[in-house]
């Protein structure tokens, strides 16, 4: 079979491979499709501890359940043969945070497509046993390049959910990635008055615009002051109520604290580069404004079931988000296409 292996930064090369063993209690995926994360991207270009070269990443898959160890439990609803997503998350479902239904935050966590497990950026990929759990069947007329997009749209649900948002609040969302695009149209279901969004790329603000612009109000490139001036131009100087930083950006995460109302709410949703997360905050923005500032990390089953049937019935209004598609050989170009910006979400079809 074709796989893709991640031979150092920067750096992917297509070769033939063995194909992978079954597990007992495990499955083989026959993969469709594979979106590339924003957490793929930036491993593949700054490296990650957990996933020495030559690796395969790849942690958005669809596809066909083509075998099924004799001793796996599948979940309900779910037999050998169908087509299936794959949620990333891996977890231990017996500590206190899986107990509670926050697996997000599973204390023994391990993430699929990082070591010990490989991912399915290639034709065929192993479902380990402790993936078995997070299969969930297809929509039988939902396209598999759209469907890759469950997992980040449940992760931009979970940053929604922190965010709290209210009827009648102003929204800013900063970063007009995937997330971005997806938070804005969530935020605007429930309730927001006015949802505002904003980026440092012209031409990534107007893809975004182009795919969920119908539920963006307004919308602005940020300048050399991180688009401070123009969101309290655009909020009368009060500020906005909600605030999610969905660009993995220091400055982003400082402006959102001066764009915010009093008694806002900021979420950080975009992580930093592991090997530079420290980020410098005024923090008499908090203390005087009285602000809430939370993260928000992945998602549950819950939110994975949630924004799969959300996508199915929305699929029209969504598509659009999945900007570039490419085959395995090409997926250098995928991974190019993202550092540029020149689309939104990239999907590799094996």
């Not at 975009?270 to 905050?281: C, I, N």
Request: charge should be negative; glycine fraction near 10%.
């Amino acid at each position: 079979m074709r796989v893709a292996f991640m031979t150092g930064r920067n750096a992917v090369e297509v070769r033939e491979a063995g194909e992978p063993v079954l597990d007992p209690r495990g499955g083989i995926l026959r993969v469709e499709a594979c979106g590339i994360c924003g957490t793929d991207a930036r491993t593949f270009f700054n490296g990650d501890h957990r996933a020495p070269s030559p690796w395969i990443l790849g942690h958005e898959p669809v596809g066909v359940l083509e075998r099924v160890g004799a001793d796996a439990t599948l979940p309900h609803g779910v037999k050998e043969g169908d087509r299936v997503f794959l949620g990333s998350i891996l977890t231990c479902g017996e500590c206190p945070q899986c107990l509670d239904g926050r697996q997000n935050l599973c204390e023994h966590h391990l993430l699929y497509g990082y070591d010990p497990f490989p991912g399915a950026f290639a034709e065929l990929a192993a479902v380990p046993p402790i993936a078995m759990r997070n299969l969930i069947p297809l929509p039988h007329d939902l396209a598999s390049d759209l469907a890759t997009v469950v997992d980040p749209f449940a992760c931009a649900l979970n940053g929604i959910e922190v965010l709290d948002v209210r009827l009648g609040d102003t929204v800013i969302i900063m970063g007009a990635g995937p997330i971005g695009c997806w938070q804005s149209v969530m935020a605007r279901d429930r309730g927001a008055a006015r949802v505002l969004l904003c980026d440092l790329s012209r031409d990534r603000l107007d893809i975004a615009l182009d795919t969920v612009g119908q539920f963006v109000d307004d919308a602005w490139v940020v300048g050399e002051d991180n688009g401070v001036s123009e969101a309290m131009r655009r909020t009368g100087g009060a500020g906005a109520e909600r605030i999610s930083v969905a660009a993995p950006s220091k400055q982003a995460q400082q402006a959102a604290l001066e764009i915010a109302a009093k008694r806002a709410r900021v979420v950080y949703f975009a992580g930093l580069p592991k090997h530079d997360p420290v980020s410098q905050l005024d923090m008499n923005q908090l203390h005087y404004k009285e602000l809430a500032i939370l993260g928000a990390y992945g998602a549950t089953p819950r939110q994975y079931r949630i924004t799969m049937d959300y996508l199915n019935r929305r699929r029209d209004e969504l598509a659009a988000v999945v900007t570039h598609r490419f085959p395995l050989d090409r997926i250098g170009e995928g991974f190019e296409t993202i550092r540029s910006g020149a689309g939104l979400k990239v999907v590799i079809l094996p």
